[in-house]
């Protein structure tokens, strides 16, 4: 039995319920602003994995934002695009960081051979990124809250909380099913 049919009932629930209690905020939210609304990405073919768990948290949190936030249908359409954005800006700043720590790592592995220079490049590059993706954030963050008013932009904050907390509990789920389940097929060799 693969990992792949062991997780795809998981993605098949939570894509199902993603769509279920966002159902009702597409209505909601007009056909116009429904037409600007994120569809499920398909599942990967190597099944579940947490790139895939942001892509349907993203595609969740502009599903519910427009009735977490109360918002009306106009700010809804120029919601979606501001959000879109603030979620590619996160993105890129986590992937950029997550890549340089890999290098980081790779560089200065004790097996690795000695290259003070790259070693110097690479954190040099990190510690631009730290200072630079933080103010992207900001910016995107700032683009949403021109929008909204001042019981929105609190609410939004609030929503991204929960939506994280959300993200962080079903990751370890999913994390913790990974690890059983391989742990049951070395079981079974």
Do not use: W
């Amino acid at each position: 039995m693969s990992n792949r049919r062991c997780f795809t009932p998981l993605v098949s629930t939570l894509a199902l319920a993603l769509l279920l209690v966002g159902g009702g905020t597409l209505v909601a939210a007009g056909q116009q602003a429904a037409t600007t609304a994120p569809k499920p990405p398909p599942e990967p073919r190597n099944g579940i994995t947490p790139a895939y768990l942001t892509q349907l948290f993203d595609a969740y949190e502009l599903l519910e934002a427009q009735e977490a936030l109360r918002l009306s249908d106009e700010q809804y359409e120029e919601f979606v695009i501001r959000l879109k954005d603030l979620q590619t800006v996160r993105r890129q700043h986590q992937g950029t960081r997550l890549r340089l720590i890999t290098e980081l790592r790779k560089l200065t592995n004790p097996n690795a051979p000695p290259n003070e220079a790259a070693v110097k490049e690479r954190f040099e590059a990190l510690q631009k990124q730290e200072e630079t993706g933080p103010v992207a954030i900001k910016r995107a963050h700032d683009r949403i809250d021109e929008i909204l008013d001042v019981y929105q932009r609190a609410r939004f904050r609030v929503f991204e909380e929960q939506l994280e907390r959300r993200k962080f509990d079903l990751l370890s789920r999913v994390r913790g099913a990974r690890q059983r389940s391989q742990q049951n097929l070395s079981r079974m060799r």
